[in-house]
């Protein structure tokens, strides 16, 4: 394929929400779909021994949640994903704040039982600071939640931006009966405890169809057809310059943990989505279909595979075509680096890739060479913006108990600053050493 044709084919987004809304869930939902995986990991079951795909540290299998970015890249129809599952929990915000630097659209993961938390406030200003195109799903619709209305409501005053109700709930909790897709008039109906791919959806072309009664009862089917009533006559239509510029963000709803309404949520983000972007730089933009490569390092990932104390540095193609066995010039340090062997992801799956276009996400071995916000380029000297740093908030005072063993305390601690995990200060007299985080489990 040409450049444009391989640009056009990517879609790179990130999951974010507060913890516990379903992200991962949602995550290897998608994966499923994609393919990529056959069996989805019971995220909080204690019953099966899988943990979820996309969490592969110790901390997050125990915890059930994610603390780390993970990447995973996959096929579905004519499109190659890759998807960005961000940790929720704030002590680690800062990783999913540079994660956002590295994709070009975000689905934000909503749960209908506590509407828009804290988290989700804090992330969709960032999205909003960078015009990055939303696409909404509220999840967990089997269970006792807020009324629909009212979460669109609470969308739109607390996030600060237009929506447009995409598909839409039959009941809600124990009256849930299916959903409502308005693009394409299909109504899908729940099935319980359902973990397998959906079927395909019963086409209602008209909701006065009589068929409509049959399906849901005459209540609620008179119940649908007065929402969509009210929706087609509230809501602006979905305009998709308007959604791509993150004036608008389609609104679609359903239950992650049972497989239900994320069909749809795939099949129109990979319609409307947008493809790869022009990046800022201290020289002006760089467009994604100039034909010199470059790419930014976003995040540094120690030990994926402890059996091989590997360290991994993911870069994010911008522009222009990578190669594997090829030097690019590292703009910091003004040298040229080769790289044998870049990997794509699928969580802590690596394989090893021949090339890399904008949009891809790829891991590069790293003997110490690369800290976040670094870039490389095909002979450019450049450097891209907007990779941000943070302040710590919480303070430790670091005790080597083993004066044996301080080349290799003063080592880790050297990466976990380079991963952007940790600060390291020095107190004199004394020259006690202080390491600063933003989180408390950070220090775990």
Same mark, same amino acid.
């Given at each position: ?70 990447? +995973? ?7 190659? $994903? @890759?998807? %960005? *599952?961000?940790? /929720?929990?704030?002590? #680690? ?35 909003? +600071? ?7 799903? $509220? @999840?967990? %619709? *089997?269970?006792? /939640?807020?009324?629909? #209305? ?295």
């Amino acid at each position: 394929m040409s450049l444009p044709q391989e640009i056009e084919r990517r879609r790179t987004f990130a999951i974010i929400s507060h913890p516990d809304a379903g992200k991962t869930t949602l995550t290897e939902k998608f994966l499923l779909y994609g393919g990529a995986i056959q069996t989805a990991g019971a995220v909080k079951s204690n019953k099966i021994r899988r943990g979820a795909t996309s969490d592969f540290l110790e901390i997050e299998r125990q915890r059930g949640i994610s603390v780390t970015t993970s990447v +995973m890249t996959f096929d579905y129809g004519d499109r190659l $994903i @890759n998807l %960005l *599952d961000t940790p /929720g929990h704030r002590d #680690f915000a800062e990783d999913t704040y540079r994660t956002l630097t590295a994709v070009d659209s975000v689905i934000l993961v909503i749960d209908c039982v506590k509407g828009v938390e804290a988290q989700t406030e804090r992330l969709m200003e960032v999205c909003r +600071m960078r015009n990055t195109p939303v696409i909404v799903f $509220i @999840n967990k %619709l *089997d269970l006792e /939640g807020q009324d629909p #209305f009212d979460l669109l409501d609470e969308l739109e005053e607390k996030l600060s931006i237009k929506v447009r109700p995409m598909s839409w709930p039959v009941g809600i909790g124990a009256t849930f009966q299916g959903v409502y897709d308005l693009h394409s008039k299909g109504l899908r109906l729940f099935d319980p405890g359902k973990t397998k791919l959906e079927k395909a959806s019963t086409r209602i072309s008209d909701l006065a169809d009589p068929q409509l009664d049959k399906l849901l009862g005459a209540d609620p089917a008179n119940e649908l057809r007065a929402s969509i009533e009210l929706i087609e006559g509230v809501y602006e239509p979905l305009s998709i310059e308007a959604y791509r510029s993150a004036r608008i963000a389609p609104v679609f709803f359903g239950s992650a943990f049972n497989n239900f309404g994320v069909k749809e949520l795939l099949d129109a983000f990979v319609d409307i989505a947008p493809p790869p972007g022009p990046r800022a730089t201290d020289q002006g933009e760089v467009q994604p279909d100039d034909k010199r490569f470059s790419g930014f390092v976003f995040k540094i990932h120690a030990n994926i595979d402890p059996n091989h104390r590997d360290r991994i540095a993911f870069l994010r193609v911008c522009s222009g075509h990578f190669e594997r066995n090829t030097y690019y010039n590292h703009v910091r340090l003004g040298k040229e680096l080769r790289f044998a062997t870049p990997t794509t992801f699928l969580a802590a799956q690596k394989t090893i890739v021949e090339e890399a276009w904008p949009g891809d996400v790829i891991g590069l071995f790293d003997t110490g060479n690369f800290k976040i916000g670094d870039t490389l380029t095909e002979g450019a000297n450049f450097n891209f913006r907007g990779i941000p740093a943070f302040s710590p908030e919480l303070f430790r005072e670091l005790v080597n108990q083993d004066p044996m063993k301080s080349k290799q305390l003063e080592k880790g601690i050297r990466q976990l600053t380079d991963e952007g995990v940790a600060q390291l200060y020095t107190q004199q007299p004394g020259n006690k050493k202080i390491v600063g985080c933003v989180g408390e489990l950070q220090f775990r």
